[in-house]
């Protein structure tokens, strides 16, 4: 009986979720876009194999995330005074939380392709924590709703509104805080938001101009060499920082800034992207000592590198689409491509992988499907309504896509 008992309690604490696990943080339960799901609909239609279409008010880019039966996305205003998480019921899309976590006096400029509600929250049992960038972070009580603490000392300028995501790492929630003005990584205690570690960029940012000092990118953590690295790009330098204390290990330089898309790792390297307005894509071997630039690169490649949308490493190929489009397939250990071609629309969504499947999404809300491999072959082209303009990245979670547009949040799965 004890066993039985064991057994079940720990069923109850998984919470009610479809089979499939949970997306707790931008690009999944790795941070690079896998799912382990498989069923997943590789057509669909406004009226084809949509099980529910839920509104979320005002505007904002944040993905969602889903822990057991809950999705949670952040949302703002268009003017930025007033910021909300939003809970959705995943079985029958309904509203059950719309909280309004922050008012701000004089918020500054967003860009055109950006929200004042960009950065994807981070969730797990009975937390969620969102963050707005330099207009605050929290931590709310995904039963209640309830903010049980918040920051709003993490002040930067961002110039073109806030855009990188927070993680998780052991007790630790890491943000980057990579402004015109200022730049560092800071670690708060994920119970009570207090500053663990906080550690300014390894840079000399006085010698450049003030958008030269920015980037808007996610963090993830790697083992290498049997410890864990915190990889961390900022501008003109990626960063490899023990994860605990904030250390720096070392650092790859480059010429770039306003960097967007989260690393990648596997087949012994970090995968960057190292600009916004001419990015490229480098592979890096992880771990060494100091400036390890001329030593630690393995390979680059200068054109048709993705400004937004992160990538995709499935086993020794990476997958990538430019923001304007170009869809390419590169061997992982040597940059060599393997093809490339032009996909319809702009891009800023990453991509996911699941069930055999790779899905690129643009932002006319239509979804191409292909099969990964060192040729190219296209399963299927699936569009929405065309006025649901599609920049977040969307989840799965079961056997259904959860895909946010500008105005609903859409579950799609295969029906009967």
């Avoid at 896998?34 to 609909?41: E, F, I, K, N, Y």
């Avoid at 490649?301 to 489009?325: E, N």
Wanted: aromatic share 8%; with cysteine; hydrophobic share 40%.
């Amino acid at each position: 009986m004890p066993i039985l008992q064991l057994i079940l309690a720990t069923v109850l604490m998984a919470g009610p979720v479809l089979a499939g696990e949970n997306w707790p943080q931008f690009r999944g339960p790795r941070g690079d876009g896998h799912s382990d799901a498989t069923g997943l609909p590789i057509k669909w239609s406004e009226t084809q194999n949509v099980v529910w279409k839920t509104p979320i008010h005002d505007l904002g880019w944040s993905s969602p995330v889903i822990w057991g039966d809950q999705i949670w996305m952040t949302t703002a205003t268009g003017t930025g005074h007033e910021m909300f998480a939003v809970g959705v019921d995943l079985a029958s899309g309904k509203v059950i939380h719309d909280v309004k976590v922050f008012d701000t006096q004089g918020p500054e400029h967003v860009a055109s392709t950006n929200s004042y509600a960009s950065p994807t929250p981070v969730i797990e049992a009975g937390r969620l924590y969102v963050h707005y960038g330099m207009y605050g972070t929290a931590c709310l009580d995904t039963g209640t709703g309830k903010v049980l603490w918040s920051r709003r000392d993490l002040k930067c300028d961002h110039h073109e509104g806030p855009g990188s995501s927070p993680m998780l790492s052991g007790n630790l929630l890491i943000v980057h805080v990579d402004g015109r003005d200022v730049q560092y990584v800071v670690a708060m205690d994920k119970s009570t938001g207090k500053t663990v570690w906080k550690t300014d960029r390894s840079i000399n940012y006085s010698v450049y101009g003030q958008n030269e000092r920015k980037a808007f990118c996610t963090p993830i953590v790697i083992e290498a060499d049997g410890h864990n690295e915190l990889i961390s790009q900022g501008a003109k330098a990626v960063m490899g920082y023990d994860p605990n204390t904030g250390q720096e290990l070392w650092k790859v330089r480059y010429n770039g800034w306003s960097v967007a898309p989260r690393p990648v790792f596997g087949q012994g390297l970090v995968f960057i992207i190292t600009d916004y307005e001419r990015p490229e894509l480098w592979a890096i071997r992880p771990g060494g000592t100091g400036d390890v630039t001329g030593s630690h690169v393995a390979w680059k490649m200068t054109k048709g590198a993705p400004s937004r949308p992160s990538m995709l490493l499935i086993d020794d190929l990476l997958y990538m689409v430019s923001s304007d489009g170009m869809a390419s397939c590169v061997e992982a250990k040597t940059g060599q491509v393997m093809w490339k071609m032009r996909q319809a629309g702009s891009y800023s969504a990453s991509p996911i992988y699941a069930d055999g499947h790779i899905y690129f999404f643009n932002h006319e809300a239509a979804t191409t499907v292909i099969q990964p491999g060192r040729a190219y072959k296209l399963l299927a082209v699936n569009e929405l309504d065309g006025q649901e303009e599609l920049m977040a990245s969307p989840a799965v979670v079961g056997k259904s896509l959860l895909v946010r547009t500008r105005a609903h949040l859409y579950r799609i799965e295969k029906r009967d």
